[in-house]
């Protein structure tokens, strides 16, 4: 799960010399958020697609106070790299080295590829999320009331901390559903949110929508 291992080199990197022009075409082909500007394989940060387009003809480096100093280390994990994507709002990162030299980049694409292919993602089954005290919080006891009802849990998370509450979100096998809501709810949890069968379908539909609970951690 290291950025490392899924780094992209054919997406060229820019140099300061560089038409906006030019560098706006290039990111429209490819069809990626932003671009990025190395000086001596050094990065210096990266400029939106959409910006680029609204700018006066030039050089890249007329714009330089307004590049956006955003990317992830090589060595970090692919979670590290879903914050980037929410906050820039970008559908590409540049991925760099400790010294800052310009490695490559990731995609959304490569995340969600990777991604699909965990149970969380990829198994048929409900989608719940239980509230409870900060102070109640216990997932070996989130563990013991679904597995005590004869379900599997395929993945879970913290989708919401509040001052007064935490929410997690699970993923289940399909068995027992009616009996595991009862259960939560015998031993304090309310249960926000449910989503079974025809509602599971809908919201597995579209991968960026489930997907966003991660990107508001």
């Not at 910006?51 to 590290?80: C, Q, V």
């Not at 009802?149 to 027992?176: M, V």
């Amino acid at each position: 799960m290291f950025i490392k291992d899924y780094i992209s080199k054919d997406y060229p990197a820019f140099s300061r010399k560089d038409s906006i022009e030019e560098a706006s075409e290039v990111a429209k082909e490819f069809g990626y958020s932003h671009v990025f500007i190395v000086s001596k394989g050094v990065f210096l940060g990266g400029l939106s697609q959409s910006f680029l387009e609204d700018s006066p003809e030039g050089k890249l480096d007329s714009l330089n106070i307004h590049y956006e100093r955003f990317a992830i280390i090589e060595d970090s994990s692919i979670l590290d790299s879903i914050k980037l994507f929410h906050t820039f709002n970008a559908n590409v990162i540049p991925v760099i080295s400790k010294e800052e030299k310009y490695l490559g980049y990731i995609s959304c694409d490569d995340i969600f590829n990777e991604f699909s292919k965990y149970p969380l993602f990829s198994e048929n089954g409900a989608i719940l999320t239980i509230q409870t005290t900060g102070l109640h919080y216990s997932m070996t006891e989130i563990s013991q009331i679904v597995e005590s009802n004869n379900a599997k849990i395929y993945g879970t998370f913290i989708s919401a901390i509040k001052e007064d509450s935490i929410e997690i979100t699970l993923k289940i096998s399909n068995e027992n559903l009616s009996s595991i809501d009862e259960t939560f709810e015998r031993y304090g949890y309310n249960v926000v949110n449910k989503h079974y069968d025809d509602e599971k379908e809908e919201l597995l539909k579209d991968r960026f929508g489930f997907f966003q609970k991660f990107l508001e951690i």
